[in-house]
């Protein structure tokens, strides 16, 4: 099942599938999709949320599997696609 | 020297990662600061200790030459060499904590080409987190010299000296459009599988995250123990800037006073005498009184910065802060503006939306800077009765946090305003909160000493002048021309401060503002701190004496003779008044603009008059 980032569960592993487009950020979409890819978050690594906002929310506190952390808005997040099951 | 001749290398590293301490390693003390040409972002240069034909860059923390924000085009632009300058060679700092996300950075910069060392620093914390690397295969596989360096210590700084001595000098540069082109064209997929590569042929134990960083991480980023936490974090760092600071800023304010008597027995009475007193100690001791409230803080930061927490912090308070348009990043600046607006300006340097940083930059000053607590301390010591209320608060405690709240309530409300103002003219953009939260470690003292003496001696220099000159200045204006013979009242009456005093007091009439107050805000336009001294001058309490004594001699004189409506119509103008030259010198340097400057200041103005007439007209109606 592919979902996207901002709606895992606190604590589950989930593996990137692809980043997509989120009309959110008009124009600069390429832009922050290209600097997710620069920062890692490339297909196949797995990713787990370790924190977010009240509510679940967002913002997300996400570690990938090279233990680098990132937080993330919710509409960052929706631009992560991810397999929940390998 | 001639610059041209000098062989140029670049520090190369994602922020954080500890490029600023390998940096002052390798250059000794002849690092020199400055900001880059149109932009204020920190340029750092020095010679190597090595070898003085050789130039050390240290550039702004970037994660990829595929920059978005303005540090980080500041790094790729000087690389390629548009502030008219060759690069030779680039030093690559690699973070050993976060292997996959360096390597990256560190295959894209070798893709252009330049002479290149890797120190790959952090190695203790990676190491005792479990990493085992094979450095020699590392280094045969990037093709370039690697490093296994900890940065704080010699022997690591060794190595990386002697590999940069045997990099070639004079290389042959890079085509910047050429260059320019290669990255827009990288793929950071490919990257990462050549990266994945590499880690499998050198890595011989991954590193784990520790149990206890797990559960650290699990309580510092709760949406409600994470809030607690950072709680109890800032109440500290309050308790610490006004309570710590207090025996320090006795200790300067009576060693101002006595070097004041002390001249004042050396030198016979006079002109000179009267401006070496009262203008040039008085207004050195009026700035110098912040240091320790500005030292406690930045030492604060800096120390919750190298230990990794501040962005976690920023993560927990973005909610809050996004409803304003504003991002978890402007905490720091909106944090440092309860001590001192100008540290806060400076420090909004590391807010990379343009927007978000001018927006922040014109809120703090509205948050409550100690300067204004004098002010605050006379007034509501004056009107505010001291008597206790719900059987546990003090009134006058409350009055006080109440100011403070309404400070902060305040700033939301204008970056809100802001917010949709800019929505209307279409120039908003959400701000992307993707921020690394990187590991926690422990603090590296030696960095902090180093970098709170940078604060504190920018500040020294920045704030210092201003409102030294300014003093000077103001000084004249309280002291010339001087009472005529058998004048009756405070000399302040017949100067030029005086004069300008009754020619703005009509503006401020609707405010209940008596003359007298309106000569001694004047003074009040170098630092806030100086009101109520200039006050005592001008009703004549007794000019000599601490603040404290000419704070005494006050209050009944406000109490009797401005009556409750004036007395909180000044409270209210203290609230937003823009009456702080040194603070508006900051942000004219950091926005770079005087028509931004002026706006800034207009609106702060504006937000004061009407606030305190609102405060003044309904209370003329109750008192």
Redesign the interface.
């Known amino acids: 099942m592919v979902v996207p980032l901002s709606k895992l569960t606190k604590g589950n592993v989930a593996y990137i599938d692809s980043i997509v487009a989120n009309q959110?950020?008009?124009e600069?979409d390429t832009?922050?999709g290209?600097?997710?890819?620069?920062?890692?978050f490339?297909?196949g690594v797995p990713v787990e949320v370790?924190?977010?906002?009240?509510f679940g929310?967002?913002?997300f506190?996400v570690?990938l599997s090279?233990?680098?952390?990132?937080?993330?808005?919710a509409?960052?997040a929706s631009k992560i696609l991810c397999h929940i099951n390998k | 020297m001639n610059k041209d001749k000098l062989t140029c290398f670049a520090l190369v590293g994602a922020p954080n990662c500890g490029k600023t301490v390998l940096f002052n390693g390798l250059t000794g003390s002849n690092a020199k600061v400055a900001n880059y040409p149109g932009v204020t972002v920190e340029r750092r240069e020095g010679l190597f200790v090595d070898d003085p034909s050789v130039s050390i860059i240290d550039l702004p923390g970037t994660?990829?030459l595929?920059t978005?924000t303005l540090d980080e085009a500041v790094a790729r632009d000087e690389i390629l060499g548009k502030y008219g300058r060759k690069i030779d060679g680039i030093i690559a700092v690699a973070d050993a904590?976060?292997?996959?996300?360096t390597l990256?950075m560190v295959l894209e910069l070798k893709m252009l080409g330049l002479p290149m060392v890797v120190s790959l620093n952090l190695i203790d914390v990676a190491r005792s987190r479990g990493l085992t690397i094979d450095e020699k295969k590392l280094s045969e596989l990037l093709g370039v010299p690697v490093l296994e360096t900890v940065a704080t210590r010699k022997e690591g700084i060794r190595g990386v000296k002697n590999a940069i001595a045997n990099l070639p000098q004079n290389s042959a540069g890079i085509d910047s459009n050429q260059a320019a082109q290669l990255l827009e064209s990288l793929d950071?997929?490919a990257l990462?599988a050549q990266v994945e590569d590499i880690l499998a042929q050198t890595v011989k134990t991954e590193?784990?995250?520790p149990k206890w960083h797990q559960r650290l991480?699990?309580l510092t980023?709760?949406?409600v123990w994470?809030f607690v936490l950072l709680l109890l974090v800032l109440l500290l760092v309050f308790q610490a800037v006004y309570s710590w600071s207090e025996p320090v800023m006795d200790f300067i304010e009576d060693f101002f006073a006595n070097l004041g008597e002390w001249v004042a027995t050396l030198m016979p009475e006079g002109i000179l005498q009267d401006l070496i007193l009262n203008g040039i100690i008085a207004g050195v001791g009026s700035v110098l009184v912040f240091v320790p409230q500005i030292t406690i803080l930045f030492a604060f930061i800096l120390l919750l910065e190298d230990s990794g927490y501040l962005?976690?912090a920023?993560?927990l308070l973005?909610?809050l802060l996004?409803t304003s348009g504003l991002s978890?990043r402007a905490f720091i600046p909106l944090l440092s503006s309860f001590a001192c607006a100008v540290p806060s300006v400076m420090s909004a340097r590391t807010i990379q939306d343009p927007r978000e940083r001018l927006v922040t930059i014109a809120i703090a000053p509205i948050l409550t800077c100690s300067a204004r607590l004098p002010v605050y301390a006379l007034i509501i010591g004056a009107v505010i009765p001291d008597q206790t209320v719900w059987g546990i608060f003090n009134l006058q405690g409350l009055v006080l946090f109440g100011l403070y709240f309404i400070g902060v309530f305040s700033a939301g409300l204008v970056a809100y305003i802001m917010k949709r103002l800019a929505r209307r003219k279409g120039s908003i953009?959400?701000f992307?909160?993707?921020?690394?939260?990187?590991?926690f470690r422990l603090p590296n003292f030696r960095h902090i000493f180093s970098s709170l003496w940078d604060k504190v001696k920018a500040f020294l220099k920045r704030a210092g002048t201003v409102i030294f000159a300014l003093s000077v200045i103001l000084w004249a204006l309280v002291t010339f021309p001087g009472a005529p013979e058998g004048a009756a009242g405070a000399a302040i009456d017949y100067s030029f401060a005086g004069m300008l005093g009754s020619l703005i007091q009509p503006i401020f009439a609707p405010l209940g503002f008596t003359w007298q107050m309106c000569i001694a805000m004047i003074p009040g336009i170098a630092a806030r701190e100086v009101v109520v001294a200039a006050l005592g001058t001008v009703y004549a309490v007794g000019a000599s004496g601490s603040e404290e004594a000419i704070q005494n001699a006050l209050v009944p004189i406000v109490h009797e003779q401005w009556g409750i409506p004036t007395a909180l119509a000044f409270l209210a103008w203290y609230v937003y008044a823009p009456m702080c030259m040194a603070t508006l010198a900051v942000i004219k340097r950091e926005v770079n603009s005087m028509k931004k400057t002026l706006m800034i200041a207009g609106y702060l103005f504006v937000l004061a008059y009407i606030f305190s007439f609102v405060v003044y007209q309904i209370s003329i109606r109750i008192f």
């Open positions: 959110a950020f008009g600069l832009l922050v290209r600097r997710l890819a620069d920062l890692g490339s297909k370790v924190a977010a906002g009240v929310k967002g913002p506190a570690r090279n233990l680098s952390q990132f937080s993330l808005r509409a960052e | 994660y990829s595929r978005t904590t976060n292997l996959r996300m990256r950071s997929n990462y590193m784990v995250m991480d699990r980023l709760h949406p994470g962005p976690r920023a993560f973005d909610n996004s978890g953009r959400q992307p909160l993707l921020m690394e939260l990187p590991t």
